[in-house]
């Protein structure tokens, strides 16, 4: 369980990268969390896992997830 709490904050935190957001720690978990569901029914499990997670999939829906949050509720004040 904390395994995968982990993998789910580093996808978030990558996810972050990518789209430029920084939102913090709780939200990368979630992005994470909620990116792997979201890639793994969008891209399928292709590519290496962690945690019971593609990786690869997972980046790209907390990518989806966090640009779709960005839009409803704005960029984030932290930068």
């Known amino acids: 369980m904390i395994w995968t709490l982990i993998i789910g904050a580093v996808i978030g935190a990558i996810a972050g990268m990518i789209t430029g957001e920084k939102r913090g720690c709780l939200y990368n978990i979630v992005a994470g969390l909620i990116g792997s569901y979201i890639g793994e029914r969008l ?3 292709m590519g290496p896992q962690l945690a019971g997670m593609a990786i690869v ?3 790209l829906g907390a990518v989806i997830f966090t640009a779709v949050i960005t839009l409803v509720f704005g960029r984030s004040n932290e930068h």
Do not use: D, K
């Open 43 to 45: 891209f399928g499990e």
């Open 57 to 59: 999939p997972a980046v």
